[in-house]
């Protein structure tokens, strides 16, 4: 069984920050590529950034220079630092790592977090 679990959601004011984190747990051989996307009430779910094991990112133009994706190898752990939050940011983050679990190995599968809501207003 293998578990992500998401933290550090919450409301801010714009310009504010927020830091996400996503941890993954459970019978993991590997993990390869982590990262987060976003949904927006009535809008289609969009990548916001990924990272591979060698810390190779890829963020999306829209959070480009605002937002920072990291991860722990260590700890199985994904990170998105959020700064200078517009209210279009506003959407539920969810959290996923392609990996090779006990069950699964050595086929590449990936497992989604539950989601954080992160809402920008004033």
């Known amino acids: 069984q293998v578990q992500l679990v998401e933290s550090g959601g919450g409301s801010v004011q714009p310009g504010g920050s927020l830091t996400l984190s996503c941890a993954a747990s459970?019978?993991?051989?590997?993990?390869?590529?982590m990262g987060w996307y976003r949904q927006a009430p009535g809008k289609q779910r969009e990548l916001v950034a990924h990272?591979?094991?060698?810390?190779?990112?890829t963020i999306a133009d829209a959070v480009k220079g605002r937002f920072t994706i990291s991860r722990d190898n260590a700890k199985n752990t994904v990170y998105l630092q959020m700064n200078s939050l517009k209210p279009e940011d506003t959407a539920v983050y969810s959290c996923y790592a392609e990996l090779r679990s006990r069950r699964s190995w050595p086929a590449l599968t990936n497992y989604w977090g539950q989601g954080t809501q992160v809402t920008v207003s004033s």
């Open positions: 459970g019978s993991i051989v590997s993990i390869d590529t």
């Open positions: 990272i591979t094991t060698g810390a190779t990112s």
